[in-house]
Each structure stands twice: as C-alpha cells, then as structure tokens.
C-alpha cells in the first residue's frame, strides 16, 4: 500500500546534469566503500580457503571426494567429503521441505487472514523464534525433540519403511538421524522465511487484489491469482535466506545428529554428518594439519552455498518477467 | 522530555546494578559450591603450603579433561599467591600443544604425551637446547557406564567391551555377557553403543586400553578419532552420559565424574584379579601405580600396563600430563610455572583431587614429578 506509486512520477530534475556537493560525494565514496569492502571480505574468504585446502587436499591419502571417513590426523592422512556432503544436503532438503510450505502459510495467515489483533503478536512471535541461539535450539532438540520424535520414527518405520528411505534398521535407537535435523533446521528457519515472505506479500499492489475481488474472486482466489505471483520471487529468495542458513547450522546439528562415517539412505538411522557439524566436532583437537583439512571441507561448504544463492538468482531472474513485479 | 529520559537513565542504571549484583551473587553461589565438593579443610591447608612463586601472568591451555582440577588448583594458589594470575584454557589437547608450541603458553595440558615431532618443533621454543617434556600430573578412570534397568552389577572384560563397541555383539543377553554376569536378567533388546563424535583424549585412551587388553578383538588403529564403523555418537563426555542415561539399553564411556554427577550406574571390569574392579579414584592410582616410565631424559610420559591382573587395579585409566620445556622456559614466568607446579603434584594438590573423580598420582611417580619440576630451567 505504501509502494504505490504510478510509473511517470519521477522527481522533477532527474534528468538535469546533478549538482554535487561534499555530502554527495562522502556518501558515494562510503557506498562504493562498503560495495569494495565485501568484495574485498569474499575475496579474502575464497583465497584463505583455497590455499589452506589446497595443501590438505594434496596430502590426503584417498580421494577427497568418495572418501567417507574423516582421519586427517592419522598418518598417513586420510579423509573425505562424500557422507558430509550428502548430509548437508539432504537434512537441507528436508528442512526446505518441510518450511517453506508452513512458512508461507504462516506468512499469508499474518498478512492476508489473521485480523490484526492477532497479527500483529503472531509476528512478533516470529521474530522471537528468529531470536533463539542455535545452541538453545540444539538443547531443546537434544533433550526433548529427539525422544519424543521415537514415536513418530516407529510410526514411520512401521507404515512406510517399504518406501526405503524410512526403514529403520534398529528401531529401538534413539531418533538421532538427518530427519531429525531436518526437522530440527526446519523449526529454525521458519522464522527466516516467515518473515521475508510477509514482508513480500504486504507489497502486493492494493490495486491487483482488488482487481480480482472486483472479479468475483474469493479470498484464496485473490491470494492465488494476485499474491502468490507477484511474491513468487520474494518467496524463492527467503526460502534461499533460510537454506543458507540450514546448510551451514552447526552447534544445533552437532547436539543432535549422532554422527559417523555412514552414508545410508535410510534417514531415520542415526548416521551420517554435515560440514559444519564435522568441523566443529573435529577442530578443537586437530593438529594443524588437521584444521587445513577441515578448512578443506568448509571450502566444500562456501562453494555449495555458493552454487545454491546463483541458482537460485537464476530462477528469480528468469521468473521476474511472469511475476507480475514489473507492473 | 529532558526530565523523562533522566529518570529513564536513572531506571536503567538501576536495573544494571541489579543485574550485576545478581551476577555476582550467583558467582558466589557457584565458587561455594565447588569449594565444598572437594574436601572441605582442602583450600586452607593447601594455602598453608603453597609456595609462591614470584608475581607472574600464567597462561596454560589444553585438555578438557584437566579443567575440573585446574579450576581446583588455580583458585588455591591465587587464594594463597595474591598478586599471581594464573589462567587455563580448557581449549582441548591439540589447540594446547599447538598454542604451546607457538610459545604464547607458559605450559600445556595434554591428554598425551608430546609426538616425536612435536618433541622437534619444541627445541624451536625451548631456548638453551631445551625441549618440550611431559610430566604426569593428574589421573583418573574412565567410566563405561550403561543403562539397563533391573540390572546392577553388570560385570564386563576388555574382549566383550571390544566387541560391544565394534557391534560384533548386539544384544544384551549374548551368551559373552551371559557367562560374566550368571546370575543377571539381561534383557533381549539390542545394546546401543555410544561413543564421541568429537575427537578426544577420552576416546583415545579408550581404544588404547582396548587394543592394549583385548588386541585380537579390537582391530582399529588408536587415534582421538572413533575409528570403528557402528555405533552411535554424540559430541563430549556430557552428551554421551546425557545420551547413556536418557536410552534405554545403551552404553557409553566417559570420565567417572559424569557417572557420579548423573547417577549413571558403571561397568566392573573383570581384568582376571580376584575380584572384578569398580571405576574409582583408588583404583584408578593403583593402575597408574603399575606403569612405566617410557620417557627418555626428564621426560616422564607414562605406558600403563592394560593388560594388568593386579588386584584392585582398575585398567581403563587415563593419565594426563602438563608440558613444558625442561630448559630455557620463558625467563618472566619461568618461576611461577615452576611454583604452581610444584604445589599442583604435592600432596596436598594431589589429595583435593580424589572428590572430583580423579586419581591422585601415586606417591613413587610423584615424588618424581617434583624432582623433575624443581629442575626446570
């Protein structure tokens, strides 16, 4: 309601040769500044991380990329990426999977249905959740979530083991596996997407909505022909926000995750592991060659996230002209 | 306007002090508790002994398992040296070694002794041709605690727990266990076995007892790392209790004082004594008693004798060592690393220990100990 401005109404003397007085100029070298500054920080990052893993990565006796255990303070060295790397990326998964759905409908309840005196507490319930410590939520996963999802796992493992990967292999241990993480990252990055996606659908042109009220359309038809469209991009980067967040959460997975060398794709045994939470289990005991390698995983890690913010670039870009933001 | 952020100033400064004197007061609360967890008459004996060094910023760093007797320590001798700082960080054995090695710690605490490489990269921070050297100085047993209920003295030997932790035994009421523990109603359920996901000293003088005990069942190299395949894991000795206490039908190991702290029932391990041996304080000394010193010069790295049939001997032990230079320590703290020492490996550093669950050095290896301090240059 406050964006809505109509295309031609630009400032007067935009198009005059500007005057520039010391402010402006302060101010352009302090944006450019910042905009160099973290160019600068990534660069430093990247080349920090390459030539330490680089090093490790020469010296590791087995292939970095196959090898499931982590050794690297063994001689001779011997160390892999290959069940980290399917951890990181399946506990994402079903942290993506399970929160982005419930956060967009939390985020539509906020902005669409709720009446205000419901809002507006709702929200500010949110941003507290947003506000817990990772440390705080690996507690509570560690010491409550885990034997209370035992119920859930047997029910699984019971009802739909036939689907593979819900077949427990030892039914009476305890439900410290990747689907409880991913639930656990599920409940920590709803608050991320939450928000994001609320503060999308509330720029929804006043104007669309009541286009298509004016057509007939009930409240889930104009949230469905007007809001989602024009938020599908918002939607798609604060689900990217909280997938960052997800890949790289390290103390709540380190509480919770039983981890070891196993790749399995039965995701209620409790195996496996992810870069960050192999990296703080490792580091306090490593020698330095030992930090290099796990500099080496956390390499991995960056250009994951990495590969993960340009996809997801590519698909706002490419969804931008059907979104309807451009109206 | 002026006059309501005045009084708002006013209310928040209230509120400061009475955050910060809440702070203090729960500090208190804490330092009392720990005073009277170790003996009571301990502080203010101990501060009648102390020597004092001269006044000195001590840095120490390194193992976890230390930190309970450290906390001990350093607040006798600052009570007894006012003036004297010492500070420990509990940052693992690996960080301490390598801050140590970089010359920014007085000493080190490591879970184990000094690699003939890192013996190398010492002469490099150890001026006078001196090098790093360990010295034993604190011990203590490593508990294998279970939970089962209805059953109490479950009675296991290195061979069956080698194979408990390698998953070659899988239910509780295995015919192994059934002929150790005749007259207990094992349950048939399967055993879950937990060991530390993070890399530690425990796990490594774990494995060691068990390769050195049972070599034909433990096939795995040592290492911090958890090297066998199965099994579950969980990061520190506090997780691995919490893990052991909260699952029905596990198993797990850690220091004895987890055990005590949650009520966590312990394994006795039949080593072929008389009797099979409980985890304690005094059998954890009479085990440290039986080694060797395997260190050359006045290196006093210590090889424990896993395989021992001594009476009351409780093998699965661990010994920690402090690490310094025995020449050409820093000259600025050189005396006060040597006056903290000396009173962390006299009686009376040694016998507040026993409260915390660790092991008092035995008197012989003591005596040695200081000898070895009172040389350091």
Redo the contacts between chains.
Sequence with gaps: MDIVNSPGEHPPNSRQPAVTRLGDRVFLGMSRGSGILLLVIMAAIAVFLTVRAIHAISLDHSDFFTTFE??A??QPPSFGIAVLAYGTVVSSLIAMIIAVPVSVGIALFISHYAPRKLATPLAYLVDLLAAVPSIVYGLWG??YLV?HLQGLNLWLNEYLSWTGIFHKS?P???A?SLFTVGILLAIMIVPIITNVSREVFRQVPKAHEEAALALGATRWEVVRMSVLPFARSGIISASMLGLGRALGETMAV??V??????LSARLLD?VGGTFA?NI???F?????F?RDALIASGLVLFVITLLVNGAARLIIARRKEYSGANA | MKLTRKTGLRSLAVGAIAVSSALVLTACGSDNNSGSSSPSGGSSNAAASIKCGSKANLLASGSTAQKNAMDVWVKNYMQACSGSQINYKPTGSGAGVTEFLQGSTAFAGSDSALKPDEVTKSKSVCKNGGQGIDLPMVGGPIAVGYNLPGVDNLVLDAPTLAKIFDSKIAKWDDPAIKKLNPSAKLPSSSIQAFHRSDESGTTDNFTKYLKGAAASDWSYSGGKAWQAKNGQSAPQSSGVAAQVKQTAGAIGYFELSYATASNIPTVKIDTGASAPVAASSDAASKMIADAKVVGTGNDMALKLNYATKADGAYPLTLVTYEIACDKGNKPETLDATKAFLNYVASDDGQKGLSGQGYAPLPTEIATKVRSTISSLS
């Design positions: 982590w050794n303070n063994l560690g010491l034997p030892d009476s241990s305890a410290r380190a509480t995750l039983s981890a070891s060398p196993v409790p939470q703080a289990a490792k306090a005991e490593a020698d330095n030992g």
